[in-house]
């Protein structure tokens, strides 16, 4: 496929972009686009072994995802994180990388960034710095290789090892992510963080989220990080780090290895106050907070005209609505996922 040739969101941005400021007050400069829903691999708390995805036709181009990420930084977006499924698994997804990678150079945004699982960043690690790409999260949940298969039933850790290395040899900062779960992150925890730290990734923890229909139980993987805090502190020397990003990870220095650990924790701490993003899925919806079903599909004034005027103004009505924060629970009482549709549907 040819570049990304017309970028309508660009001329016409000027129009009418205001800033997104929601009725909290909180300022939205922070856009997560999941730009396909399908992935290579099939991790047990993201997704049931048999998916069914959506049909091609239903997906926004890359034209139409360029436009849209263009009127969000138009309107004040100055961080853009791309996601999925797996992003790097749509097809000419560097199309859109260097499209977009305009916004860097004229100063509109300050990071264009994405989370993978790592399968094809040996391919792309070097392309993704020459578009401007700083920063890379890479998703691993444990360094043993039969146990990365089961949990992603179809990974393969060696070549995620590759896609590190060559991440950084290209000159990008790796961060590491990983879920914890009851069975694996106990037992690994010191092991993945001195590997982390070992070769200068911070790493952060999240807790499994509820969201989608998936093949076990939430309550056999959840691990409470308050939990595995707790256990990292008698072993390791932990303080407070300064150190912050805007999202919602908090950090702690390890003296004994000289890094950082961030801590997700959506469950059993409450990071909406200081909340800055919205994410758009792979078919244009836009979701206001990840934990809540409000949406506004944006695809519709998106196809309308050409014009980004309705866009704009779909998306500062949405904002209107955007929640004080989201209603997560993981315990034995409550049945089913606090939100239907999976994680990457709107990427984490
Ligand atoms: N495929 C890419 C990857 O795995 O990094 C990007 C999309 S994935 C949905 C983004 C992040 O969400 C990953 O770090 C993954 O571990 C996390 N994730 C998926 N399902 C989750 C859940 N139910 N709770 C918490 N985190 C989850
Ligand atoms: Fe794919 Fe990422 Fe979900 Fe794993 S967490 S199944 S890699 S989208």
Redesign the pocket.
């Known amino acids: 496929m040819s570049a990304i040739s017309s970028p309508a969101g660009d001329t016409k941005a000027s129009l009418a972009a205001t800033p997104m400021v929601d009725p909290f007050g909180r300022s939205i400069s922070y856009l997560r686009v999941s730009v396909t829903d399908r992935?290579?691999?099939?991790?047990v708390?993201?997704?049931s072994e048999h998916m069914s995805f959506l049909p091609k036709q239903d997906l926004l181009t890359l034209e139409e995802l360029d436009r849209l990420c263009s009127a969000f930084v138009a309107k004040g977006a100055r961080k853009l994180r791309i996601t999925?499924?797996?992003p790097l698994v749509r097809r000419e997804i560097m199309t859109l990388f260097r499209s977009l990678s305009r916004h860097l150079a004229s100063g509109a945004l300050d990071e264009l960034t994405l989370?993978t699982?790592g399968?094809q960043l040996a391919k792309y690690a070097a392309e993704l710095a020459d578009c401007g790409v700083k920063r890379v999260n890479v998703?691993l949940d444990t360094l043993d290789a039969d146990r990365f298969k089961a949990l992603?039933r179809w990974?393969d850790l060696a070549r995620v090892m590759e896609g590190i290395d060559a991440a950084q040899k290209a000159g990008l900062k790796v961060k590491i992510n990983a879920?914890a779960l009851k069975d694996s992150t106990e037992g690994e925890w010191e092991a993945m963080t001195r590997w982390a730290h070992g070769r200068g990734m911070d790493l952060t923890f999240i807790e499994v989220m509820p969201m989608g229909e998936i093949d076990g139980e939430r309550i056999d993987q959840y691990l409470p990080l308050s939990r595995l805090r707790g256990e990292i502190m008698s072993r390791f020397t932990l303080t407070e780090s300064s150190h912050g990003t805007g999202g919602p990870a908090r950090y702690m220095e390890v003296k004994e290895t000289g890094g950082r650990l961030g801590f997700i924790t959506p469950l059993t701490h409450n990071f909406c106050e200081s909340c800055n993003r919205v994410r758009v899925t792979c078919t244009g919806t836009l979701f206001m907070c990840l934990g809540q079903e409000d949406a506004t599909d944006l695809r519709k004034p998106l196809r309308a005209s050409e014009s980004d005027a309705a866009l704009y103004a779909a998306i500062d009505e949405a904002i209107t609505r955007k929640p004080r924060g989201h209603d997560f629970v993981i315990d034995r009482r409550t049945q089913g996922p606090a939100v239907g549709r999976?994680?990457?549907m709107t990427g984490?």
């Open positions: 992935c290579d691999f099939r991790c708390y993201c997704m999925g499924g797996e989370t699982n399968s998703s992603t990974g879920v999976h994680m990457s984490g």
